[in-house]
Structure formats: C-alpha cells, structure tokens
C-alpha cells in the first residue's frame, strides 16, 4: 500500500499539551509524535529497525543550559516509543568526535553512553553519530521497502540521483558506525552546498543498500520529506509494495501434515549446536504466492538481505524446500531424507561462508548456529523460525518485507543487495558478539505445550507454570471464555482454543490448529476432567458413559493425536542421543489409588486412565516419550467448589478450613501446587510410567 502522511496539526497539539504537563520539552513531544507515525507503518519501520532523533537544549544538574542531542535508544520500537526513548545525548562531545581518524565500535558506544544526561538511558543508537553530525534539527531514519527496491538495484547511485534529484544525497554502503557517520556527513555537506547555490533546501538522504533519512527544521517537515520520499520512490516501482500480514486460511490443506516432520528435522538439527526446540511462524498470501511463480527462485532465495541488519533476524538466505506431494510413489519418508540433504546443504554452505569470512578477520568471530531462519514450501508458505513465537513472528514479518521489496525490486530491474562480506561484518558484528552467551535461556523455552480443561482452576494454575517456565502455551478448552482467559495471562503468542475432547472431529481440528500455529507439540497435559456422583447400584447408564468419555477416552484419543505428531516429529531417527520424544502428563486424581463412596464412576475411569498412563510409558519409551501423572485430591476447583466443600465439612463435623487441611502436612492443597507438581514432572527426564501424588500426605492414598 502506498504510505501516507499521517500527521495531523490537531493530534501533534495534543500530544505537545499532553507531554508539557509531565515536563517534556515541545521538541521532545513532537519528537515522540512523529517517530510513532513512522513506527506504525511497517512498510517504513519494522522491529525495532528506523531511528529519529531532535537536536534540543536542557539544563544538567547545575542549571547549565546544553545541547543535546535526543536520539533513539536501542530496545525501544518506534511505533511505540515514549519520551525516555530518545534519550538526551550532550551534542558537542559527539560533535568532536569528527575529528577522529578511526573509532572503534565499543569505544563508540562508551562515549555514547558517558555524554548520556541520564546514565541510566538505554544505549543510544549505533547510528547516533550519524544523527549528531548532520546539523540539522529534525532527523527520521527508515528503512523503507520502496527505498530499499531502488537502493538495491545494480546501478542504484545513479537511479536514486536521476528520481531523486539534487535535494537528495546519496551515500554508498559502508555498514553502520563511525565510518558511516563521517562518509554520510561529507556526502551530506556535499549535497546541501549544491542546494544552496540554488537557494533550495535539503530534503533526505539516501543510504544504498540500507535505507533513507529525511531532514526538517521541524519534526513535521522532516516526517513529510519522509514521505514524499517514499512516494517517489513508489511511483518509479512497476510492481507495487504491498506488505500485508494477513494470512490464507490452510487449516484444510494437506500439506500441513508435512510441519511436524520438518520440524523435527530441525530440532534434531538443533540439537548439534546445543539449540532448543524451534517454534513456527507460518505467513501464506498473495505475496507469497506470487514468489512461488518467480523463475529463478532457487537463485533469488540465495541472494541475501534488504537491508544488513535483518541478517540477524533472518540471516541472509531462505531455505527452499521442495513440495510434498501426497501421493503413494512420494512417501513422507523420501519428503522427509531430501529435506534433511536440503538442510546439510544449507548448513555446509553457511559454514564456509563463516569460515572464509572469519579468515579474513583473523578467525576472530565465534561462529553462530547455521541453521535458516526463513523457509519456503510449495502449498505451504513461508515459515518464520524463533527460539519462541515471538522471534519466528519477528522472521516471518521479515521474510514478508524481503518478498515485497525483492518482487517490487525486480519489477524494475534486478535486485543486487549488499555483498557476503558486507553481510558478515553485520551478522558477526563485534557489539552482537559481545552478547553472545550472556543469557541462560527458561528451562522449557521452544517446547509447545497443551493443556486440556485449561480454563479450569487446575488449568490455569499449571499453564501458568509452565508459561513461566518459557514454554509456548496453548489453551484448550470446552468453554472459549475461560481458554481464552487462561492464554491471556500466558503472553500475547499462548493461544486458545475452544473443544469438547470428547468429540474425535474437535480434537482433530485442535490438534491441527496446534500444528498450524506452532509446527509441532512436545508436551501435552491431559488434564481435563469431570465428576458424577452416584452408587454403582443407582447410577444410570449415561452418567458412567459420560464419565468414562471424558474422564478415560478423551485423554486416549488425545494421547494419540499427541503420539502422532511425535512419531511425526522424530521420523525415522534411530539415534538415542537425536531423537525428541515428548511427553504426556495426566491428571489422574487420588480416586484412582483410593475410591471413595458414589465416586465409581470417576474413580474406576481414573483407574483406567492411571493404566493407560503405564500402557502409554511402556510402549513410548523406547522412543523417548515419557508418560506420568499427578494424583491430586481436595483442591478447591470445578470439581470441587464451594458448595460441595461446605457440605462435606458439615456431613463430617469440621470447619472448612480444617476439611480443606486434613492431611499429614495440615496444609491445603492449592491449584498452583498442582501446576508446580506439573512442571516438576516435565523436568524429571528419566521419570516415566510414575505418580506423583499432590494431596498433603493421605495414607490410604499411598501408591502401593
Ligand atoms: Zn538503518
């Protein structure tokens, strides 16, 4: 879609009247205004990429009044940023930096952060000198998609100088830092003479290979230079930009089956370079379709980034994989080995592109894992991969920039990016090495786990634990209300879904839904349950048929369903050390163990479910799937509510509280102890086949 100038003289009022009464400086506020314009256009800024910046004055501590320099700081995205984003840099400091012949980049971002006003401000953008040393007021920095199909073109210097005009410097590719900052102020000073003769003013400045800067003496100027600028560049592209994240409907295309293999292949992969599991982002559009119509597609997934920083988010070339045709003469094991040769492939060629590169810095670098962040399939799309949902989102919303920019790119020409050793100096840059290591990831990041009756108290409690423990969730449950309210409070990416287990088609869609979602599952919790109350002599047929549906046959269907997609997911491995397994955890409850009065029919398909747990074990070990379960009893739930709790404690003459406490530990037993016990569980790696019994200490509940 074409951008569009946003700005509006009303709002930008508001917001500076808004910000004075918090004690932001008007520059500060318009600041704030127009670089959340920019941010909320992902066709100009996506992911943290962009950054603004307002030259101003303030008083330090002692009532001197300086410059600053307010410029973006690292961690904060555009389109949401607030004032403390743009930290104040003091200016004349930086300003002196000029005049040095060469600055390393750790030396750069100490003097950033010593002239910080506040030393406790995010680190100012790398790209912060740039901003200080063109003397202008205003400056915006995107890296926008219609620049960056022009910017990345054969002959781009000379195409941007003939659509762009003298109001425009261009400044040839030099990766990001001091070095950019001193050629970008030359072509800068270049450009703005020329302007002067003329008596015209500057608008921008174009980065090739990278990106474009817009100039204003104030921030609506500078936003509307922005714009104009990407206007142009559109009007000169064939093909139009168009990046929508809007996704084609597969829940009913085959190929999905496909998702759980690949995604074994790669977590098998993974497990070489001591990487967790991979979560999937699956994007499938008219975009995407149209790149699987290119001619040379094997050749343009190879090509490299828009722009150099997207290479640590994507690194800089796409996996094609081929389409898995279901049919008899193409089983899914031939699928599965030519995709595992496609990936070694992938693997050998990113690691002598490491290699030769490192030589040539003195094998300086520590290599990164050399697996693909982006893949196509055929039928299938385009998978965005991530540690967790959120980064393979990330990679997914920036494998979709790189379609549209490439395709557009094409339209006009060809599309020429940076070269492999531009690309290595930013993906093996000395400041993102420096983080390497540094953190120690959540125990059960990458791993997808479902839990069913998850809108339940139960439910809940263990979601919870296990979201805190890094994992994906996914909510499912009979009530959408109450799996929608448990998701909720598992992060943006938990999802949600509405089923009755008891139902085989719901559970097929669920299970399916999963895949789409994620790609795979690694743990499922089988939690959901019921109760119907009635002696074996009085009860009706249809209450212990119920009772037996829900409490014994949903979790066998779904145990399936689970098994399946693990069997899927670990194909044809035979290596003990390679293969993923998975894990089934039940709820099974202390009746199983302990049957009270007119409980039979919960206790007995209890019982059966702690068989089927055992069954499970015995026969999944051998491909490292682990099945165990947690005898609870007395937790205040659905099962046993407010009612029920009063009852009992009248019918047996104690107060509630002591009714809710009346076992070896005189503690009651919580939801969140259930959830503990739950991820202790999943931790326990050589445990299968076991209970865990979670009722305070009952001994006639004792496993004997
Ligand atoms: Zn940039």
């Given at each position: 879609m074409t951008v569009h100038n946003n700005w509006s003289d009303d709002n930008a009022e508001k917001i500076v009247d808004y910000y004075l009464a918090k004690g932001i400086s008007k520059d500060l506020a318009l600041r704030t205004y127009s670089a959340q314009l920019l941010g909320?256009?992902?066709?100009?800024?996506?992911?943290?990429?962009?950054?603004?910046?307002?030259?101003?004055?303030?008083?330090?501590?002692?009532?001197?009044?300086?410059?600053?320099?307010?410029?973006?700081?690292?961690?904060?995205?555009?389109?949401?940023?607030?004032?403390?984003?743009?930290?104040?840099?003091?200016?004349?400091?930086?300003?002196?930096?000029?005049?040095?012949?060469?600055?390393?980049?750790?030396?750069?971002?100490?003097?950033?952060?010593?002239?910080?006003?506040?030393?406790?401000?995010?680190?100012?953008?790398?790209?912060?000198?740039?901003?200080?040393?063109?003397?202008?007021?205003?400056?915006?920095?995107?890296?926008?998609?219609?620049?960056?199909?022009?910017?990345?073109?054969?002959?781009?210097?000379?195409?941007?100088?003939k659509i762009f005009g003298t109001k425009v410097a261009i400044v040839p590719y030099v990766m990001p830092g001091f070095e950019l900052a001193k050629v970008a102020a030359k072509e800068y000073e270049k450009a703005q003479n020329n302007c002067k003769l003329k008596g015209e003013e500057i608008e921008g400045m174009v980065l090739i290979n990278?990106?474009?800067?817009?100039?204003?003496?104030?921030?609506?100027?500078?936003?509307?230079?922005?714009?104009?600028?990407?206007?142009?560049?559109?009007?000169?592209?064939?093909?139009?930009?168009?990046?929508?994240?809007?996704?084609?409907?597969?829940?009913?295309e085959q190929p999905n089956l496909v998702l759980p293999?690949?995604?074994?292949?790669?977590?098998?992969?993974?497990k070489r370079y001591n990487q967790n599991n991979w979560i999937f982002d699956i994007r499938n559009n008219k975009s995407v379709n149209e790149l699987f119509r290119y001619q040379d597609l094997s050749s343009l997934v190879k090509i490299g980034v828009v722009t150099p920083d997207h290479v640590i988010r994507t690194k800089s070339k796409i996996l094609l994989l081929k389409e898995y045709e279901n049919n008899s003469f193409d089983k899914i094991e031939k699928w599965v080995k030519d995709t595992?040769?496609?990936?070694?492939?992938?693997?050998?060629?990113?690691?002598?592109?490491?290699?030769?590169?490192?030589?040539?810095?003195?094998?300086?670098?520590?290599?990164?894992?050399?697996?693909?962040?982006?893949?196509?399939?055929?039928?299938?799309?385009?998978?965005?991969?991530g540690n967790e949902k959120k980064s393979a989102s990330i990679a997914a919303d920036i494998g979709q920039a790189w379609i549209e920019t490439v395709l557009s790119a094409c339209s006009i020409g060809t599309f020429k990016p940076v070269g492999e050793k531009d690309t290595f100096d930013l993906e093996y840059w000395s400041l993102e090495q420096a983080k390497l290591g540094k953190s120690k990831p959540p125990y059960l990041r990458g791993n997808v786990v479902a839990i069913t009756g998850a809108?339940?108290?139960?439910?809940?409690?263990?979601?919870?634990?296990?979201y805190q423990a890094g994992a994906e969730i996914v909510s499912i449950d009979l009530n959408q209300k109450e799996a929608s309210l448990t998701a909720?409070?598992?992060?943006?990416?938990?999802?949600?879904?509405?089923?009755?287990?008891?139902?085989?088609?719901?559970?097929?869609?669920?299970?399916?839904?999963?895949?789409?979602?994620?790609?795979?599952?690694?743990?499922?919790?089988?939690?959901?349950?019921?109760?119907?109350?009635?002696?074996?002599?009085?009860?009706?047929?249809?209450?212990?048929?119920?009772?037996?549906?829900?409490?014994l046959f949903a979790h066998f269907h779904a145990s399936r369903k689970a098994l399946s997609i693990f069997h899927a997911q670990d194909c044809g491995e035979n290596n003990k050390e390679l293969i993923l397994g998975g894990q089934i955890l039940f709820n099974i409850s202390k009746q199983a163990l302990n049957p009270g009065p007119n409980f039979g029919s919960y206790g007995i398909s209890k019982a059966a479910l702690l068989a089927l747990m055992r069954q499970i074990s015995l026969e999944e070990g051998k491909n490292g799937v682990r099945a165990n379960g947690i005898n609870a009893d007395r937790i205040k739930s659905g099962l046993l509510n407010?009612?029920?709790?009063?009852?009992?404690?009248?019918?047996?003459?104690?107060?509630?509280?002591?009714?809710?406490?009346?076992?070896?530990?005189?503690?009651?037993?919580?939801?969140?102890?259930?959830?503990?016990?739950?991820?202790?569980?999943?931790?326990?790696?050589?445990?299968?086949?076991?209970?865990?019994?979670?009722?305070?200490?009952n001994v006639a509940a004792m496993v004997r």
């Open positions: 909320s256009d992902p066709e100009l800024v996506l992911h943290g990429g962009g950054n603004t910046s307002v030259k101003s004055s303030c008083n330090d501590i002692v009532g001197n009044n300086i410059n600053v320099l307010h410029v973006k700081g690292s961690g904060w995205d555009l389109g949401t940023i607030e004032p403390e984003g743009h930290p104040a840099v003091k200016l004349e400091p930086l300003l002196e930096l000029r005049n040095l012949e060469s600055l390393t980049d750790e030396d750069m971002v100490s003097s950033q952060r010593q002239n910080l006003l506040n030393p406790n401000s995010p680190n100012p953008s790398v790209e912060t000198l740039l901003h200080a040393f063109i003397p202008k007021k205003f400056i915006d920095h995107t890296h926008s998609l219609a620049i960056l199909a022009l910017a990345n073109q054969p002959d781009a210097i000379n195409l941007c100088k990278h990106g474009l800067f817009s100039f204003g003496d104030t921030a609506k100027s500078s936003y509307e230079n922005m714009i104009k600028l990407v206007n142009l560049a559109e009007k000169n592209l064939k093909r139009k930009i168009n990046l929508s994240f809007t996704n084609t409907d597969l829940s009913k293999y690949l995604r074994g292949i790669l977590n098998r992969f993974s595992e040769k496609a990936l070694e492939n992938y693997i050998e060629e990113y690691q002598i592109y490491f290699e030769n590169n490192n030589l040539e810095v003195n094998n300086s670098k520590k290599p990164l894992d050399p697996l693909p962040r982006l893949i196509l399939i055929p039928r299938i799309g385009l998978i965005g991969l809108g339940g108290a139960i439910g809940r409690a263990i979601a919870k634990e296990f909720d409070i598992c992060g943006t990416n938990a999802l949600s879904i509405r089923c009755d287990i008891t139902n085989k088609q719901d559970l097929e869609n669920a299970f399916s839904e999963i895949i789409k979602n994620f790609g795979g599952l690694d743990i499922l919790i089988s939690n959901a349950g019921a109760a119907w109350e009635g002696s074996i002599a009085n009860m009706c047929d249809l209450s212990f048929m119920k009772s037996m549906d829900l409490n407010s009612e029920m709790i009063k009852n009992r404690s009248i019918s047996r003459g104690l107060s509630e509280e002591e009714y809710m406490s009346g076992n070896l530990l005189r503690s009651e037993v919580l939801a969140k102890d259930v959830g503990k016990a739950f991820l202790a569980l999943a931790l326990m790696e050589k445990t299968t086949g076991a209970i865990v019994t979670v009722d305070g200490g």
